[in-house]
């Protein structure tokens, strides 16, 4: 099991762009919340 490469890349330019620890936990939680969203979706 790995990680989606979207999230990654969405991470890594998080990080290249400065964004800070809190704004990059912030952002985690964003793309897990998405990823429940399209898994309920892919579900239904």
Partial sequence: MG??????????AARI????DEEIR???LQLE???KICGETNHA
């Fill in 3 to 12: 990680w989606p490469a979207n999230e990654i890349a969405k991470l890594n």
């Fill in 17 to 20: 762009a400065g964004k800070s």
């Fill in 26 to 28: 912030a952002l985690v």
């Fill in 33 to 35: 919340a998405a990823r």
